[in-house]
C-alpha cells in the first residue's frame, strides 16, 4: 500500500494530473498483484528448504 501510495503521489507531483495519477496507481496496484500471484505460485513449486512428508 505504502509503495502504490508513494508512486501517485509521485506521479501528482511531477504531472500535476490528477487522472494520470488515478490511472497509474490502478495499474500498479493490479500489476503488483498480479507479480506478486505469479512469484507466490512460482514459489511453491520449488524444493528449496522443504523437508518431504
Do not use: C, Q
Amino acid at each position: 500500500m505504502i509503495a502504490s501510495l508513494t508512486t501517485m503521489i509521485l506521479v501528482l507531483i511531477f504531472t500535476g494530473d490528477l487522472a494520470l495519477t488515478a490511472g497509474v496507481g490502478f495499474f500498479d496496484v493490479t500489476l503488483k498483484l498480479m507479480f506478486y500471484y505469479l512469484h507466490e505460485r512460482a514459489w511453491n513449486r520449488t524444493t528449496w528448504g522443504k523437508v518431504p512428508a
